[in-house]
């Protein structure tokens, strides 16, 4: 069972008939020859030429043992460089802009052409048994072949969740036809020792293959860097307790009693897919199930002894997060597996299923918020040509580039209110944040070639939502890149009705006198009562009476001013009291009428 897409190869030449077109790396003697020419500081000149020599590899005829062997010549500079290069791409706005986007088309067609060398390998084991060969020699060549190629496609994946970019079906279907390959010739559950990945001893393709699929589950995208690297490193000593089983177990016995060890969280997959996961409704051609109940087992286990109180470090969770965030992202973990096991995705909300999806004008980032408000433009200062510099600076190491000039007319994107999943976001409108539980979350798409402006998590939006009148405050909780170059976008509101305000400060330490751009919140008891954001200690509650204010201001201006006062067209003056969220270039304020 080898459908897994390999380029078509031909025999390198030999003698005389070499020429410029022969692959320069054919065995382990000639890779470390090749890796001592090259220039080793340089990490993306050496990205771009490991590229080259491996392509040029995968498109001759090689003997396996040879191919092999000059894969794992080069698979330490792989990884090395590949640590290097992740950095320019990592956790970026998207759309990547161009020198980010090259790096990362770059990084991920590497892995895809490691995983393709020993695909090749692979398919040579598969006819070497259909041919009656040595079956322990082969049975062992098979599992660390197999188990490379997994690897190496399972790192192409990581790349597309730092990128928060969706992955294409290529990989999905090779890792599918791994899988099943490794069942056809018996070492899927075949341990392989892998020094290179630095996480466990040894796993299986089994393992892989599932942790795999718990990235994508997890929604591993929408995680911090931290969270990221903290999630990866639990799936990695959990993998082995999630095994992909061929038949679907029976939870009844025989007499129609619940059989004691039937798993409970069991997830539909279909190896015959270019998809991770089959959509609701479809019948699997080649079904596998996926057992959750063991990994989410040990979830559980470690939740309830950081509640009693034990250290992260203890339970082998790691040192970046504390107790707290730990448990935080427990909670989350859990919340996306389980949702994941319980429901399957829709159709791609691309619009192909018969409706048009709502639309609705979309306005990124404080200052264009501030005027589409209708704000007043800031009026000109003695060192206005200083302040513009300064501020033009300051976006530009937020959003990597100058958002359009203050006075000009402001015009909003034509985004797309999504109403159904997609596949790489299957889980997120129910699977979410258990933070945010008790905050309305939406799904928005920007179209491919919608605007020229860079989205992140923790960006503030302002939307004129299907069949509302006025404009809403919204915090993006995670962008994905989707394959059509649109962005996919989990959103959640933000309370009360957003005003233009106009932030007046006195600069700590110069004297001097800022003018900045500003929203306030008026939030209704109803809309108090029902957001998260506003149910702590301290918040006005239905029947107190009171009414809440919330402030958001540019990022940076309460700490590095000596008086701030922020003044409504209404002639109101607040003040602020205590900070409550951290955006992208903003602040968000609890705030008060001032006398």
């Not at 999630?242 to 016995?253: G, I, M, N, T, Y």
């Amino acid at each position: 069972m080898t459908w897994f897409n390999l380029p078509l190869t031909q025999d390198p030449p030999s003698g005389d008939g070499a020429n410029a077109a022969t692959p320069v790396v054919v065995d382990a003697a000639s890779a470390s020859a090749w890796l001592a020419r090259q220039p080793q500081a340089n990490a993306l000149g050496l990205q771009s030429s490991l590229l080259q020599a491996l392509e040029a590899m995968n498109g001759w005829r090689l003997p396996a043992q040879k191919r092999f062997d000059a894969l794992e010549a080069l698979r330490e500079t792989l990884f090395a460089v590949d640590d290097e290069c992740r950095r320019r791409f990592e956790r970026k706005p998207l759309p990547l802009a161009e020198n980010e986007q090259r790096v990362f088309d770059t990084a991920r067609r590497l892995w895809h052409a490691a995983a393709t060398g020993y695909l090749h390998c692979l398919r040579s084991a598969v006819d070497a048994t259909a041919s009656g060969g040595d079956p322990a020699r082969i049975t062992q060549f098979a599992a660390c072949v197999a188990h490379r190629a997994l690897v190496s496609l399972r790192l192409e994946l990581t790349n597309n969740l730092l990128a928060a970019h969706e992955a294409d079906g290529t990989l999905w279907r090779n890792l599918h036809a791994i899988l099943a390959t490794a069942e056809e010739l018996g070492v899927r559950d075949t341990a392989v020792v892998d020094r290179l990945l630095g996480e466990t001893r040894d796993s299986t393709i089994g393992g892989q293959y599932a942790m795999a699929l718990l990235l994508h589950l997890a929604q591993a995208w929408s995680l911090s860097r931290v969270q990221f690297l903290a999630c990866s490193r639990w799936f990695a000593r959990w993998r082995e307790t999630v095994p992909v089983l061929s038949e679907r177990p029976q939870r009844d016995d025989a007499s129609g009693k619940a059989a004691a060890a039937a798993p409970t969280r069991l997830l539909a997959l279909d190896l015959a897919l270019d998809r991770a996961l089959p959509r609701r409704g479809e019948v699997p051609g080649i079904p596998r199930w996926l057992v959750l109940d063991g990994v989410l087992r040990k979830m559980r286990q470690r939740r309830r002894a950081l509640a009693e109180g034990e250290s992260p470090e203890a339970l082998k969770l790691g040192s970046e997060l504390s107790a707290d965030d730990c448990s935080k992202l427990l909670d989350t973990l859990m919340a996306r597996l389980k949702e994941a096991a319980r429901r399957a995705p829709l159709r791609a909300c691309d619009g192909t299923n018969g409706s048009e999806s709502p639309r609705l004008g979309v306005v990124a980032g404080l200052p264009d918020i501030y005027h589409w408000l209708g704000g007043p433009t800031l009026a000109a200062t003695d060192d206005a040509a200083l302040r513009l510099q300064r501020r033009e600076q300051e976006q530009i190491a937020i959003f990597g580039h100058v958002v359009r000039n203050e006075a000009a007319a402001i015009t909003p994107e034509v985004w797309q209110l999504a109403q159904e999943e997609c596949d790489a976001c299957q889980a997120e409108d129910a699977g979410t944040d258990p933070a945010k539980a008790n905050q309305l979350q939406l799904r928005l798409c920007r179209p491919a070639g919608t605007g020229s402006g860079r989205l992140s998590p923790r960006e503030l939006i302002a939307a004129k939502l299907p069949g509302e009148t006025g404009v809403q405050l919204l915090r993006v909780d995670s962008v994905l890149a989707r394959l059509d170059g649109s962005l996919s976008l989990l959103v959640h509101l933000l309370p009360g009705t957003p005003q233009a305000l106009l932030a007046e400060a006195r600069e700590r330490g110069s004297g001097r006198q800022l003018r900045e751009t500003a929203l306030l919140l008026a939030i209704t008891e109803s809309a108090a009562a029902s957001d998260s954001l506003t149910g702590q200690d301290g918040v006005p509650q239905p029947g107190d009476g009171k009414q809440q204010y919330l402030a958001v201001v540019p990022a940076g201006l309460p700490g590095r001013s000596s008086a701030l006062a922020l003044n409504g067209s209404d002639k109101h003056r607040y003040r602020l009291l205590q900070c409550r969220e951290h955006g992208v270039g903003d602040e968000v304020w609890e705030c008060s009428a001032a006398p």
